[in-house]
């Protein structure tokens, strides 16, 4: 068999002829000026969010955006009031989310803007804020977002305040709230006391976890219950009791051991039952039975006087007593009331003083995954970092027209002009700042009628 190395050779470089040629060198340089192209055209877009992110309104959260009565809460409530999702936590996030997906099919101005804002005011909370602040604020940002209320006092029936907020305070279904802002990987913590009497008048507990994570915001759900809240607190991943949970639960007093006790608290045959014996267990504050107890004798004794005084002043109206009798009687009920309402004053700050001393439950992420019977959710993220909501704005910018950003650039630029226009000490410069004004007043107009015809041609809700 013959052997021709130099056709081998020659047949080789016929096919890779072109590796260092005219056409590869071509080839290269046009993929450089593409990609040159392609990242100047994506700078363009990015500046453009920028300067847009600019414009737009600014909403710096506080706790009054929490008290539906405040006034910046009455303002911030037309904002928050085109967030869709009903009357659901897990709806009013996913309906924020959707803006932030590429995929979004989002084209309403209205809609892309206010999710904007929204988001810049999310981001105002988590990097305006020290981590002992953020996290009242963020109470102040969720009750907003929750048409709700956030809690800050102790509720009618004397309990500490367990529940950060109340969210749909005003519908037929409104839910106890308690937020937790937390780093990635760190356990869900809180008051063992605070959980049973919060659960005792409530029913339920509904948290909250926000976890700070990179630039983001990671958002998870869980609920415990009357029912379930006992396993929840004394078993561990694995469905074993956990030596923490156990030393909660323990009914000591009784004589029981940890297995025992969860048994005789699950046989409770009602929750009036139950939640007298869960007053009795290990973790629940001696100091705040002491003193729920002594103070419950001393209202019952208030009470007991002021039905005494109520009846006494019945009678002497009945036989139609001289008016300085009846008066006197009357005087005799609001003593005893105001001693009624003094008990109660007492009972809750003398609660409050031993809030530091109760035991506090926790509960790791592995442990809520494993749960079946807790509802646990991952609702997904919002992002805070202003380059995350410079991208979100990138993916939508192709949508908000001409008139739309002209329209924040000059409300922008009239804000400014109308300042300059007042606080300027030469005349001409200051009459130069009105007619600058003059015409940002004719750009807004002409904005406003342009958005106001597209917006008319918009489906009243758009859950896209």
């Known amino acids: ?83 869709g999702g009903g009357r659901s936590i897990e709806g009013k996030l996913t309906y924020l989310q959707r803006i932030v997906a590429e995929s979004s099919k989002i084209t309403s101005p209205r809609r892309i803007i206010s999710s904007l804002i929204i988001l810049e005011s999310l981001s105002a909370v988590i990097n305006s804020f020290n981590a002992a602040s953020a996290g009242f604020v963020f109470e102040g940002f969720l009750a907003a977002l929750l048409q709700g209320e956030q809690e800050a006092e102790i509720s009618a029936m004397g309990n500490l305040p367990i529940q950060d907020l109340i969210a749909f305070k005003d519908s037929e279904n409104p839910l106890p709230i308690s937020l937790k802002l937390l780093g990635p990987k760190t356990k869900i913590e809180g008051s063992y006391t605070n959980l049973i009497d919060g659960l005792d008048e409530f029913g339920e ?182 380059k995350q909501i410079e991208d979100v704005a990138i993916i939508h910018m192709d949508k908000l027209n001409g008139d739309i950003t002209q329209l924040f650039s000059a409300t922008k630029d009239l804000s400014e002009n109308i300042n300059k226009y007042f606080t300027f000490d030469k005349r001409d410069r200051a009459i130069s700042s009105g007619e600058r004004a003059i015409e940002n007043t004719a750009q807004i107009e002409a904005s406003i009628k342009a958005g106001i015809a597209t917006t008319s041609k918009e489906p009243e809700s758009s859950e896209n």
Do not use: C
């Open 1 to 83: 068999m013959s052997f021709d190395f130099d056709s081998l050779v020659e047949e080789h470089f016929k096919k890779n002829r072109d590796v260092y040629g005219f056409q590869s060198i071509a080839s290269l340089i046009e993929e450089v000026m593409e990609a040159k192209t392609l990242t100047e055209a994506q700078d363009k877009v990015r500046q453009r969010a920028q300067e847009f992110l600019l414009v737009l309104p600014k909403f710096t959260p506080t706790e009054a955006w929490g008290n539906p009565e405040s006034m910046e809460r009455q303002q911030i409530n037309r904002l928050f009031s085109v967030v």
């Open 205 to 386: 507990m509904i948290y909250i976890v926000a976890r700070k994570d990179g630039e983001a915001i990671a958002i998870e759900q869980f609920r415990l219950t009357q029912e379930n809240f006992l396993d929840a607190l004394y078993l561990d991943a694995k469905g074993r009791g956990k030596k923490s949970g156990a030393s909660l639960i323990t009914l000591a007093s009784l004589g029981l051991g940890p297995e025992e006790s969860l048994q005789q608290l699950k046989a409770a045959e009602s929750w009036e039952e139950r939640y007298a014996l869960l007053q009795q267990t290990k973790g629940y504050s001696t100091t705040v039975r002491a003193k729920k107890e002594r103070l419950k004798a001393e209202r019952e004794a208030a009470e007991a006087a002021a039905q005494e005084a109520e009846r006494e002043a019945a009678e002497a109206a009945a036989q139609e007593a001289e008016q300085v009798d009846i008066a006197a009687d009357t005087d005799s009920v609001v003593a005893a009331r105001e001693a009624l309402y003094e008990a109660i004053r007492e009972e809750w700050t003398l609660l409050l003083e031993g809030e530091k001393q109760h035991t506090q439950w926790s509960i790791s992420i592995p442990q809520l995954e494993s749960f079946d019977f807790v509802e646990y959710q991952e609702l997904g993220t919002l992002p805070y970092s202003a």
